[in-house]
């Protein structure tokens, strides 16, 4: 696969950013599937890294918004928020292994 257009790297991070899966946004560009497929399992790659740039920014503006809603006293925001942090620390753990 050659190197992607800004173009490109813009709409498949639009892609990331509303939940499209790698054999979507493969298929939306006529990208070889393996390859893309190859990208996500290894997490690098042109891509990947556009897509998920995008999946990121989506998630962090969620984020924000449950955010906002536990600190306005929303229970289900509040066990949201927890669950994030949980995720987070689990995820950080990782780091441990590097």
């Known amino acids: 696969m050659n190197s992607l257009t800004e173009q490109q790297q813009s ?48 998630q962090a503006e969620i984020r924000k918004t449950v955010l906002d809603a536990a600190l306005n006293s929303s229970q289900p925001a509040i066990l949201q928020m927890v669950k994030y942090f949980r995720q987070a620390e689990d995820d950080n753990l990782e780091a441990l292994e590097f």
């Open 11 to 58: 709409e498949i991070c639009q892609l990331g950013r509303i939940g499209f899966s790698f054999r979507e946004v493969a298929a939306n560009f006529d990208f070889d599937l393996a390859e893309v497929a190859r990208q996500f399992r290894e997490e690098k790659g042109e891509v990947y890294q556009s897509w998920y740039r995008g999946y990121l920014s989506a």
